[in-house]
Every structure is written in C-alpha cells, then in structure tokens.
C-alpha cells in the first residue's frame, strides 16, 4: 500500500531551529511537496523536491533522500506565525498527490 | 476575486437535505479536484477532473456527486449524508503539464457538519 509518515505534533521556541520529518512508500515517485496549513484555512505551497538534495527558500529549506525514501522540511528563525499544520505530500505513479496525514507544529515564546 | 473560491464556507445539514458545495478558481487551470480532510487523518482525494472530464473517483459513496460544468467550476453535490460525512472539504485546482507532477493550489474549504 501507499503511505506517509510524519509525526503529530512538535513543539518549538520563537527564534530557534525545527526539522520536520516525513518518509514515504508509494508506487511510484514524481516529487514531493511540503504544504502548510494554518487552522481554518486552505493549505498554501511551500517546496518541491524532485532530486535528491537541499532546496533552499528563505528561512524554510527541504531535504530528499529517494533512496532512503525520507524528506525533511527545516524551519529557521522560528517566528509565532509559523504555527500550523505542515504536510507532506508525494506524486505516485499516476501523478496524483499522496498526502500525510499533517504535523501540527506549536510555537512557544 | 484571485485564486480558488468556495462557497459556502460553513453548512449544517440535516441526513435528509440536499446541498451542494461550489468551487471556482480563478487561475486558468485546467485540473480541479476535492478533498475531505477530516481531523488528524490524511487529505482524502475525492474526485479529479481533467479538462472537465472525471479521471478520478476513489471509491467514494454515491451520496456524493460531483459535477464540472466548466474548466472554471466545480459542484459537490450532496445527500442523505451521514455524520461521519462531517469534515472540511476542499477544492483545489492545477495546471496539469505532460509527464511532470503539479502544485495544487486549495480553495479555504467548506466546514461541514451533518446532524
């Protein structure tokens, strides 16, 4: 079967550093997206990742691993608005998005 | 309006009613799809229209139509729900390209609840 892994919740302190993980098993692969959501609204786009490596973007990077089927999603500079739900998603085989399941990241002062 | 539209944002309806759940997008894309994503569960695909042709409906109960008029618009028709069919539904549109996966861009959803 198809599956995402990521955890829950995490907890993280304004200012500082938080690595989001999410790893895969899918039929096939076309790219992995990393969405964030905040409560009560729509997911918005933040990264893809297609070959192996560190895509960088401001204070939010994302790392692939193909062979280890593993994803992380870095977030710097940790600001109170950067609390939400971040989601990890792969493209399969028929190019649809398979999606995890959210990981709910609460921002402490 | 910009973006993924959707209308109405919250519904209470009864297991008798009929309603439908409308969705715009604004962005010239040619895939729209909805979701149902409920509470600590994954986003679950429920229908895809490319071109304003259904590609994809995964297993989903026939109390749920889903209907594409236009590239533009897109209906979820609705009835004798159940209330486990509560959750938040989303619509979301992208520009399919050959051979290369595709952001998704969501509409803020409808909350529903069934009574």
């Known amino acids: 079967g198809q599956n995402i892994d990521q955890p829950t919740e995490m907890t993280a302190t304004e200012g500082a550093i938080v690595q989001i993980n999410c790893t895969y098993q899918?039929?096939?692969?076309?790219?992995l997206f990393w969405y964030q959501q905040h409560a009560g609204e729509a997911p918005t786009f933040l990264s893809y990742?297609?070959l192996d490596g560190l895509e960088e973007k401001g204070r939010f990077s994302s790392f692939l691993s193909r062979s280890k089927g593993y994803s992380y999603l870095l977030l710097k500079e940790l600001q109170m608005k950067d609390s939400a739900s971040y989601l990890c998603?792969?493209?399969?085989?028929?190019?649809?998005?398979?999606w995890g399941a959210g990981t709910k990241l609460i921002i402490k002062p | 309006e910009t973006g993924v539209t959707q209308t109405p944002r919250h519904l209470v309806m009864g297991m008798t009613n009929k309603k439908s759940l409308k969705c715009e997008q604004h962005?010239?894309?040619?895939?729209m799809y909805w979701y149902k994503q409920s509470a600590k569960k994954p986003l679950e695909l429920m229908f895809v229209?490319?071109?304003?042709?259904?590609?994809e409906n995964n297993s989903v109960p026939s109390r749920f139509s889903p209907e594409c008029p236009n590239s533009s618009h897109l209906f979820l028709h609705l009835h004798t729900l159940q209330p486990e069919d509560s959750a938040l539904y989303l619509c979301?549109?992208?520009?399919?390209?050959?051979?290369?996966?595709?952001?998704?861009?969501f509409g803020p959803g409808t909350r529903l609840t069934v009574t």
């Open positions: 990742n297609v």
């Open positions: 998603a792969v493209g399969d085989s028929n190019y649809q998005l398979i």
């Open positions: 229209y490319n071109f304003k042709e259904q590609t």
């Open positions: 962005l010239g894309h040619n895939a």
């Open positions: 899918t039929s096939g692969f076309n790219g």
């Open positions: 979301a549109s992208s520009q399919e390209k050959r051979d290369l996966p595709y952001e998704q861009y």
